[in-house]
């Protein structure tokens, strides 16, 4: 399985314990497995055999379909993907104290050159629309930013992230009365 695929699901099965306010103990019970085991998965620590995920998938009482939705690999991307900051997962590593990590983005990209820049926005900034070749991640640092796309736009505040294919006609435009600026991370795919 794609080391992608199994982040998005290790992460799935938190999400879900956690919204039925169920502990991981409660969920090795119900699911006839250990506590530790649990917790590896959800860490994406081991992969699961499918009559475990099942299992899992069972006690958490969830439709295996409604489980699996939106759950993609890398051959399937979706063209643009936006995490609100309310959105990003806490999480904790064995060993560590004072640690807080949070997820914000787990997408699997081909092999890439990676271009990681900061880009202030003037409240006047303007451009025509372009399009990059390479996926574009970007995170809100300060500020208000519409990016406007072909046939969409997408509002991002501060702390909100994006990732998308740059070769999707695209700009960006500062809302605000003052300067914005981000995070832009490029992924250049190697040719072949």
């Known amino acids: 399985m794609e080391q992608d695929i199994l982040i998005q699901i290790s992460n799935r099965i938190k999400e879900r314990r ?114 990059t070749e390479a996926f574009e991640y970007k995170y809100v640092l300060q500020g208000q930013i519409e990016y406007q796309f072909n046939h969409e736009k997408i509002m991002l505040n501060e702390g909100d992230s994006m990732l998308f294919d740059g070769r999707i006609s695209h700009t960006p435009k500062n809302l605000g009365k003052t300067k914005a600026s981000m995070l832009v991370i490029y992924f250049f795919e190697e040719k072949k």
Request: aromatic share 6%.
């Open 18 to 131: 956690r919204e039925k306010n169920i502990t991981v103990q409660e969920l090795a019970i119900r699911a006839n497995v250990s506590k530790g085991l649990i917790s590896q998965i959800e860490n994406s620590r081991t992969i699961p055999s499918l009559i475990v995920l099942i299992d899992i998938i069972k006690a958490l009482e969830i439709d295996m379909n409604e489980f699996f939705k939106d759950i993609r690999s890398k051959d399937n991307p979706v063209p643009i993907l936006v995490k609100r900051k309310a959105e990003y997962e806490h999480f904790e590593k064995e060993h560590a104290h004072g640690f807080h990590y949070q997820r914000i983005f787990t997408q699997s990209i081909s092999k890439s050159t990676i271009d990681i820049v900061i880009l202030e926005l003037e409240p006047d900034a303007e451009r025509p629309m372009v399009e």
